[in-house]
């Protein structure tokens, strides 16, 4: 029998030494701060309307109608306190049965939504929608009521 040959000395391969130069072409996106907006508001909202967020969001801010750093509608510059983007979407997409008061800030949306024109197709909330096509044709319709009827009936009756 003979021995067995000596070990080789391992040597690190010369493609291992040298750093690979990286192509600008692999970074990653950033994503932008409308997408990762989009992304939030579309986990409260159907599957269905998720397709119209991003154009809503473009559209209003090609308009400058944008949302600030905590997520509050800005109409003409001045910022909408409360008036969260979660929210005035949520209720511009959900067609609920029931009457609901509008959130925070959503007559400013309402108005803005009206500046822009965006199609009704958009629009879940089948009173919203109406109420858009409405005041297309008649300037009366263009407010919208801040406080559903019930809820003020329900604040009137109140007792302690």
Do not use: C
């Amino acid at each position: 029998m003979q021995p067995p040959p000596p070990p080789k000395p391992f040597e690190n391969p010369p493609e291992l030494l040298t750093e690979p130069e990286l192509s600008l072409t692999n970074i990653p996106e950033v994503p932008s701060r409308i997408s990762i907006m989009a992304k939030y508001i579309g986990y409260s909202i159907s599957k269905t309307r998720k397709k119209y967020i991003l154009p809503i969001l473009e559209t209003l801010r090609d308009a400058n109608y944008t949302f600030s750093d905590k997520n509050e509608f800005d109409f003409n510059g001045i910022t909408q306190r409360n008036s969260h983007a979660v929210d005035l979407f949520s209720y511009m997409m959900k067609n609920v049965q029931r009457v609901l008061t509008p959130p925070t800030g959503f007559a400013k949306f309402y108005t803005a939504l009206r500046h822009v024109n965006i199609p009704l197709e958009w629009i879940g909330n089948k009173r919203l929608r109406e109420q858009l096509l409405l005041a297309d044709a008649n300037p009366v319709f263009t407010k919208i009521t801040p406080h559903s009827p019930e809820i003020k009936k329900k604040w009137q009756s109140w007792t302690d």
